[in-house]
Each structure stands twice: as structure tokens, then as C-alpha cells.
């Protein structure tokens, strides 16, 4: 990476690099895992493990599916890649269904997707920008709940599909 995890974790906030999506999820990666080991070494075994987006490469380790070094090399590969996007789009939290926000997305699934559901009412967009202010302001103005998320890479979105050749290449 030409880069050290333990270096970017000790950092200073002003010198910190923590917002950037290459470092950033590695980062959080590091803690699951940490985090983990520390419950493990106390004995909590869990009867199962999930992970969503970055956690799905910490879930993975943990549960015995991937090695530790397999493992990192998705996290750093999928964070290098994704971090390339910044600027590109943005993500939006929404209060609505996942079918309210299929519809409110229809016409527009090439340029913005659903990012998360997060609970029945609470969903994730992620796309173009320019059509997630459109949705918003629509939400908006019939009193739902739309906010954007304060995260420069339009994860889960379009947007990543040109990544996802030199990431199979990567990992191979």
C-alpha cells in the first residue's frame, strides 16, 4: 500500500487521513477484527456472523472464510478501487420502503440504485448526483425524510460497475 494502518490510526486529527475511502475502510476493517478477537478472547463465540459493505470483509475473516491475508487483500483492492469514484456521486438516506424507493428511483435505475435498506423505512441511494437532488428535493416537498450522507464515494451505486474488472483481476 506504501502506507501504514497503525501510522494512519496514531495520526493527528489535523494531518489524519481517515476520510479517505482507501485508508478509511481498511481502518474500519481493522477494528472489527480487532474487535472480535478482543470478544473471542473473552470467551463470546458467536452462533453467527454478518457483515454489510466494508464489514463483509471482516465478517468473512471471522467467520473462518477467508485468511486473514485474503481478507485484507479485498479490503485494501475494493477501498484502493472504490476511493477512484470520489467526486463521482453521492449517497442519500431516505425515509421510505424499499418499494417506495424503487419507485421514486423508477426511470432512473442506470444512474442511481439502492445502496441499503437499512430497516423497513430507512434506505440508502446511491448514484448520480444530479438525479439524487432531484429525488431529494421530490421527497422533500412531500414532507419525507431525505437527507444526504456525508461521504464523497457513491458506494453500492452504478457507479462502481467500471471497477469491477480490475478488482476480479486483482483478487484472482
Excluded at 469514484?85 to 435505475?109: C, D
Aim: negative net charge; charged residues 25%.
Amino acid at each position: 500500500a506504501g502506507w501504514s494502518i497503525l501510522e494512519e490510526l496514531t495520526r493527528p486529527e489535523e494531518s489524519s487521513r481517515i476520510q479517505e475511502t482507501q485508508v478509511a475502510q481498511p481502518a474500519i476493517f481493522s477494528g472489527q477484527v480487532g474487535l472480535f478477537r478482543l470478544f473471542e478472547s473473552l470467551g463470546v463465540k458467536p452462533g453467527a456472523i454478518a457483515g454489510h459493505s466494508v464489514g463483509e470483509a471482516a465478517a468473512t475473516h471471522c467467520a473462518g472464510i477467508l485468511s486473514l491475508e485474503d481478507a485484507v487483500r479485498v479490503i485494501f483492492n475494493r477501498s484502493r478501487l472504490q476511493h477512484r469514484t470520489e467526486g463521482q456521486g453521492r449517497m442519500l438516506a431516505v425515509g421510505l420502503t424499499e418499494e417506495q424507493a424503487r419507485e421514486a428511483m423508477k426511470g432512473r435505475e442506470e444512474l442511481v440504485s439502492i445502496a441499503a435498506i437499512n430497516s423497513p423505512s430507512s434506505i440508502s441511494l446511491a448514484g448520480d448526483e444530479k438525479e439524487l437532488n432531484r429525488i431529494e428535493a421530490e421527497l422533500t416537498a412531500k414532507g419525507t425524510f431525505a437527507r444526504f450522507l456525508q461521504v464523497p464515494v457513491p458506494y453500492h451505486s452504478p457507479k462502481m460497475h467500471p471497477l469491477r474488472e480490475e478488482l476480479l483481476s486483482s483478487l484472482n
